[in-house]
């Protein structure tokens, strides 16, 4: 069965997908399109990040940046 972009199974014919956009339409099933999990984790690795931002020396700081411009840089484009 195809997956949809957030990874929903949906049908693969055109009746099928039909079919379920009527059962959307008519409120027998609902279209759930977020996923409460993936907010979770988003916030909690947005919380990650500046509590990892806080923890570094700068010298850490300044090690992380440089090899981030130097991975950046050095790509063949």
């Known amino acids: ?8 199974k ?4 055109v ?3 039909a079919v379920r956009v009527m059962r959307i339409a008519t409120g027998e ?3 759930d399109r977020r996923d409460p999990g993936k ?9 990650g990040g ?3 931002a806080a923890k570094l020396t700068a010298k850490e700081h300044s090690e992380i940046a440089r090899k981030a411009a130097q991975a950046r840089y050095s790509k063949k484009t």
């Open 1 to 8: 069965m195809p997956k949809g972009p957030e990874g929903q």
């Open 10 to 13: 949906r049908p693969a014919d």
């Open 15 to 17: 009746i099928g997908n």
């Open 29 to 31: 099933i609902q279209d």
């Open 39 to 47: 907010e979770y984790a988003r916030k909690g690795g947005l919380k």
């Open 50 to 52: 500046m509590a990892r």
